[in-house]
């Protein structure tokens, strides 16, 4: 059987290197184009394009996938099957037409939850008790195609939207492996979605991480927790971006100001909230390493008393 692997970003990769382990033909692997990348705009190669060089694969970059000339070069690789990873481009139906067991997606959430392009995200904020992965049937519309098979981890305390990405990559990996020759076979009746009960969570933008202390704390160290590694959630002090990196709520009851910066019985620093004391473990400065907040203070006393912006 002849695939042609289709994504882009980290979370794709372990699905390719999958493929590949396990002797499925990859006849090629379409990726974004590369990116300048850096302050010196250097190119960037997706983490995809990466794996593809290194297992000596064919690599593929369209702009989009709907001239006649990029859908003539994808039919020429006579794919049987195309498996497709945050790709980042959204396929047309000729191309959802071309191959045989038709295009399947793996998708980082417990479909029809969660449609659109940050899933992972949308679990850790809405602080989801269970993520999951979805192998689904791809169809014209926007994660909608029947699913064919599902499986789901628990989050835990100290998943961020990396970590919990890195997860179900490996999750969906593995599933695809067991889905693949049951969809082939005829063994899998897709299951079509109840779009009743859809939800979709719109793409993230880097003020989403602007930190508002008047909420409650539980809420903050969930923002804390979606919006690593990007945007990542800031504040300001002195005139300068303040980055949270890692964050504990505390007690539920602070009697402190929302944004008043104490000293916590470890050493480390924390701020008041519309509801509770969130424990700053580890923090940036603009222009700076990223450290705990006990190594902070030490350097930064004044931090201690600060009132930071709502």
């Not at 791809?138 to 970590?163: C, F, H, R, W």
């Not at 993230?204 to 945007?231: F, H, L, N, Q, T």
């Not at 480390?268 to 705990?292: D, N």
Request: proline content about 7%; charged content about 20%.
């Amino acid at each position: 059987m002849r695939i042609v692997f289709m994504g882009t970003p980290r979370f794709a990769v372990p699905v390719l290197k999958m493929l590949v382990l396990n002797d499925y033909q990859v006849a090629a692997v379409y990726t974004q184009p590369d990116r300048p990348s850096g302050r010196g705009c250097s190119t960037s190669f997706s983490p995809v394009k990466q794996a593809a060089v290194s297992l000596g694969l064919k690599v593929v970059q369209p702009d989009n996938l709907k001239n006649r000339e990029t859908l003539a070069e994808l039919a020429a690789f006579k794919p049987d099957l195309i498996v497709v990873a945050a790709f980042g481009q959204i396929l047309t139906q000729s191309v959802l037409d071309l191959p045989e067991y038709g295009c399947i997606n793996i998708h980082p959430s417990l479909l029809p939850k969660y449609r659109g392009a940050v899933p992972v995200t949308a679990s850790i904020l809405n602080g989801d008790s269970f993520a999951g992965v979805s192998i689904m049937l791809m169809d014209k519309g926007l994660d909608t195609g029947p699913v064919l098979s599902q499986a789901q981890i628990p989050v835990l305390a100290y998943d961020n939207t990396e970590i919990l990405t890195d997860k179900l990559s490996l999750v969906g990996a593995f599933m695809l492996l067991e889905t693949l020759p049951d969809w082939v076979k005829g063994r899998i009746s897709p299951r079509p979605q109840d779009n009743a009960a859809a939800s979709y969570f719109s793409t993230v933008s880097r003020e989403s991480g602007e930190i508002d202390w008047s909420e409650p704390a539980e809420v903050i160290w969930r923002k804390v927790r979606a919006y690593y590694p990007w945007p990542g959630c800031f504040t300001r002090w002195q005139g300068k971006n303040l980055k949270i990196i890692e964050a504990l709520p505390q007690s539920a009851v602070s009697g402190m100001s929302s944004g008043h910066v104490v000293i916590l019985p470890d050493g480390s620093a924390g701020v008041g909230t519309g509801c509770g004391i969130l424990k700053i473990v580890a923090l940036q400065m603009e222009g700076r390493k990223p450290m705990s907040s006990i190594e902070f203070l030490r350097g930064r006393r004044q931090f201690a008393g600060a009132v930071l912006p709502s």
